[in-house]
């Protein structure tokens, strides 16, 4: 059969891929059916398999391309849902043995056969790529290349570490295969990483030049990449290497805190490449392979990726409902202070219409300085030309009054933590502009008080941001039962347009996650009371896996801010969120925490951190008078009670499914991921394990450790929250 593309010669409807050649120049093309992205399965092996020994006998076959029949992605690495299912170390490394060998083939064709990349290279897709000859992509936003399998918890297992290296250098291929960061084309260009950059118009023409140039044996005009002083110093000498591979791991324990044995394992496998070579790198590869497959870590990084996919596809409404999403052109926001600021700078960046509203010009100002900074580091990263910023900030226009707020089609309210200021602006808004959705961003006051003020309370909803709102990726959409669900839907779709990760919860107080965070933080302060100490504290909860310790995060939220939320919490749910008196003291004391520099711990000038304060224990119930308390009591008294609390959550219906707990925790507070969330880890452990727990707990601090109701009946009935 002849088609544009030239004659097929082979086509595999299962997998769709495809071989085709037009004088001389073959076309594989492979287009997974049923799927928006092309992986790589135990299916579609095979298949290249023929097709490879295919172009290597035809004899009418110059060379080839490989090309992606995705409109803009190209391979996203291997099938994540089917490693899931792997059950054994050895099963593992078979299918990262395999998977090598068949890139080794690929690299060891005789004729030259090239990547044609436009769209995402991940995974094991970007160690196709490095197989190939030489690889061509377009200069577009959507193409990026990494190796994001320690984001998975595991490492590149089809040859990745060996190439990866050979490619870009050492130190380069470890920061990318240790972090999984996508490397944007223009940047992989300038690494080394890809040959040649084009305009998507002109993609396929060079690429048949290229593959015709190859195999007449041309040299192609290879950009040669720059060698740093330091490169060529640590790279190319074994001490050097060795010193890398040193600091490496020491950056890896200090990051991971030993949690994570994917980018160890990575390491090694790096390292046994240079020492003995590369097959030894490869045996090493897979065996590291086979074994992070079927651990703990990479199923909770995995079942992360699957909630957060599907959180995706999520329109937030009960099921049964639908309604189309509003789409949001232009947003009005009050408040220009650090969230509102925050709020407009991602807004912007997904090209939405701003407009920004304070009570001054200077605090207006202020807001625009602030998105302004964030677009211009982004500028200094070269992720944005400054002509792209000179167009984004050109989108914020900012306002005293309401001016420009009658077409807007969402406001979000980012004014002071108090009712009757929401009430104003809520009246002022729904005034000026009667169609719009009004969003409060509060983090305390209930969406359904706030909302009794409104003329149209089915467009009032709750979008909690979290803190620096450009680098959290949760966003907490709150409903209350008038809340409407078109609102609702417009809602939870802008929010992932601005590319956030949403959930939806009911209302109540604290809504989900700082609900959840309550219990946890109190606990801790009660831990004081007792005479723990400050850094034993923030140390085991480190420990446990939290980026930083419950006390640091009150110094770094605001200790005013947190005594705002504390009576809050304490009216709604009674002892087991009453705040502790260490926590009182201090924030009648008149610490602020990190902003003012005096909090529980000491700031230098420049707000730097300096040690623990020690006055703070004069304000503790015991006086100065000290008790050491192991990390796994300190851990226990702290993250059962956030445990309990998000079961609470799910019995009382703040929130929707164990699935949004878990995102929740994770993306919102930073519950190590490695845990896989409040209810993965509630599995991990057992209900009738943790209920016991908690039983003695309780038995020694009556009312704030008694189990949910909920979390009693999985103990009987040996149910899990998750399938
Ligand atoms: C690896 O490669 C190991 C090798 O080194 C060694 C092998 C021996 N597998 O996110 P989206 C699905 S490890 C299975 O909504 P987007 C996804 O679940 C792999 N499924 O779209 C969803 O399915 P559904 C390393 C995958 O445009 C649909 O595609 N690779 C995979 O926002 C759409 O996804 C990675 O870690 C996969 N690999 O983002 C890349 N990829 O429609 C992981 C996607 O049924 N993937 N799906 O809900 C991503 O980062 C993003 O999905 C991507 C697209 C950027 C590709």
Redesign the pocket.
């Known amino acids: 059969m002849s088609t544009a593309m030239g004659t097929v010669l082979m086509e595999d409807a299962a997998t769709g891929v495809s071989l085709s050649v037009h004088e001389g120049v073959a076309t594989v093309r492979y287009d997974q059916p049923h799927?928006?992205?092309n992986?790589l399965n135990t299916r579609v092996g095979p298949v290249f398999e023929q097709i490879f020994a295919r172009i290597e006998q035809d004899a009418s076959i110059l060379g080839a391309m490989l090309v992606s029949g995705k409109a803009d992605?190209w391979i996203?690495?291997?099938?994540?849902?089917e490693?899931r299912r792997v059950t054994s170390p050895v099963e593992g490394e078979a299918?990262?043995r395999g998977?090598q060998q068949l890139l080794n083939r690929l690299a060891a064709m005789p004729k030259p056969v090239i990547a044609v990349i436009h769209g995402?290279a991940?995974?094991?897709g970007l160690?196709i790529a490095l197989a190939c000859r030489y690889r061509i992509a377009t200069d577009h936003p959507k193409t990026v290349l990494a190796l994001?399998?320690v984001?998975?918890g595991?490492l590149?297992?089809?040859g990745?570490t060996q190439r990866l290296p050979r490619t870009v250098g050492l130190q380069a291929a470890l920061d990318m295969i240790l972090t999984g960061k996508n490397i944007r084309a223009k940047k992989a260009w300038q690494m080394g990483l890809v040959h040649e950059l084009v305009h998507p118009s002109i993609l396929h023409d060079v690429a048949v030049t290229r593959v015709r140039a190859l195999a007449r044996g041309d040299a192609l005009p290879v950009r040669a990449r720059t060698r740093g002083a330091r490169e060529v110093l640590l790279e190319d000498n074994a001490l050097g290497r060795t010193i890398v591979f040193r600091q490496a791991r020491d950056t890896v324990l200090k990051k991971t805190g030993g949690h994570y044995p994917a980018p160890l394992a990575a390491i090694a496998a790096i390292q046994a490449g240079y020492l003995h070579g590369e097959s030894a790198g490869l045996l090493e590869e897979a065996r590291g392979?086979g074994a992070l497959a079927v651990s703990d870590v990479c199923r909770e990084l995995v079942s992360i990726f699957?909630a957060t996919?599907?959180l995706?596809?999520d329109s937030g409404l009960s099921e049964g409902v639908t309604a189309d999403p509003v789409r949001v052109r232009k947003i009005g926001i009050l408040g220009a202070g650090f969230m509102g600021a925050g709020i407009a700078t991602v807004a912007v960046q997904a090209g939405t219409l701003v407009r920004l509203k304070d009570a001054s010009l200077e605090r207006v100002a202020a807001g625009w300085r602030a998105v302004r900074d964030v677009l211009r580091e982004r500028v200094k990263r070269r992720q944005l030309t400054r002509l792209q910023m000179d167009d984004t900030l050109s989108l914020v226009g900012g306002t005293t009054d309401y001016s420009g707020f009658a077409n807007v089609d969402l406001v979000i309210e980012a004014v002071f933590e108090d009712v009757a200021v929401k009430h104003a602006v809520l009246r002022e808004v729904q005034a000026v502009a009667p169609r719009a959705i009004f969003a409060s961003n509060t983090s305390t006051i209930p969406i359904r008080e706030i909302a009794t003020a409104a003329v149209h309370p089915e467009q009032v909803v709750g979008m909690h941001f979290f803190s620096p709102v450009h680098k959290m990726p949760l966003l907490e959409v709150i409903v209350t039962p008038e809340t409407s669900a078109q609102t609702t839907a417009t809602v939870v779709a802008y929010g992932r347009q601005i590319g956030k990760t949403v959930i939806v919860v009911r209302d109540g107080p604290g809504f989900y996650v700082n609900r959840i965070l309550a219990p946890y933080i109190n606990e801790s302060g009660k831990l004081l009371d007792e005479g723990a100490s400050i850094d034993a504290v923030d140390e085991a909860l480190v420990g446990f896996g939290f980026p930083v310790g419950p006390i640091t995060l009150l110094d770094e939220v605001g200790l005013d801010i947190a005594g705002k939320s504390g009576p809050i919490m304490a009216a709604a749910f009674g002892e087991r969120m009453r705040p502790s008196v260490t926590l009182q003291r201090i924030i009648e004391s008149g610490r602020l925490g990190r902003k003012a520099k005096r909090g529980f711990y000491r700031y230098d000038a420049q707000g730097k951190r300096q040690g623990v304060d020690q006055g703070v224990y004069t304000l503790t119930p015991a006086s100065g008078s000290r008790v050491t308390m192991g990390a796994d009591e300190i851990q226990r008294r702290t993250v059962l009670p956030m445990l309990n609390e998000a079961v609470r959550c799910l019995e009382d219906g703040i929130i929707r499914s164990p699935r949004d707990g878990d995102i929740g925790a994770v993306f919102g507070i930073g519950f190590p991921p490695f845990r896989g969330g409040p209810f993965r880890f509630l599995d991990a452990l057992g209900a009738v394990t943790v209920v016991a727990q908690l039983d003695a707990l309780n038995a020694r601090y009556p009312g704030r450790y008694e189990p949910a109701a909920l979390l009693r009946a999985k103990a009987a009935s040996g149910e899990r929250f998750h399938p």
């Open positions: 799927s928006p992205v992986t992605s996203a690495g291997a099938d994540i849902d490693l299918l990262s998977g995402a991940l995974g094991g160690e994001p399998e984001q998975l595991l590149p297992g089809a990745g392979f699957f996919t599907a995706k596809k």
